[in-house]
Nanobody, 126 residues
Framework: QVQLAESGGGSVQAGGSLRLSCAHS????????MGWFRQSPGKEREGVAA???????FYQDSVKGRFTVSQDIDANILYLQMNSLKPEDTAMYYC????????????????????WGQGTQVAVSS
């Protein structure tokens, strides 16, 4: 059973930065596609960024140029560097993992991922 643990959330002012981390429990991390999702109260969970099992990166249009997804494969850690944060980025952020390859057309669908972390809260004030 894969376990995912997010950290790094917090409260910042608009324009600030945060770096989220997600620790993956398995040594076979490199075989997984990994994603970052977020959810605000009353809204559906949405894909923010992802790296699939061959290293291709994907971003939601609203975060392109501001957020960067990366990974340390040796340490089994996924990162999300978030710069120029906006109040609309306020949400609970979740890390997700899918065994194997996630196709580009499906990277942002929560149903494509089998394992989920508990989430870390990000709050951006104006």
């Amino acid at each position: 059973q894969v376990q995912l643990a997010e950290s790094g959330g917090g409260s910042v002012q608009a324009g600030g930065s945060l770096r989220l981390s997600c620790a993956h429990s398995e040594s076979a991390y490199r075989r997984y596609s990994m994603g970052w999702f977020r959810q605000s109260p009353g809204k559906e969970r949405e894909g923010v960024a992802a790296i699939n099992s061959i290293g291709t990166k994907f971003y939601q249009d609203s975060v392109k140029g501001r957020f960067t997804v990366s990974q340390d494969i040796d340490a089994n850690i996924l990162y999300l560097q978030m710069n120029s944060l906006k109040p609309e980025d306020t949400a609970m952020y979740y890390c997700a993992a899918a065994p194997g390859y996630v196709y580009p057309a499906g990277w942002s669908r929560p149903s494509a991922y089998q394992y989920w972390g508990q989430g870390t809260q990000v709050a951006v004030s104006s």
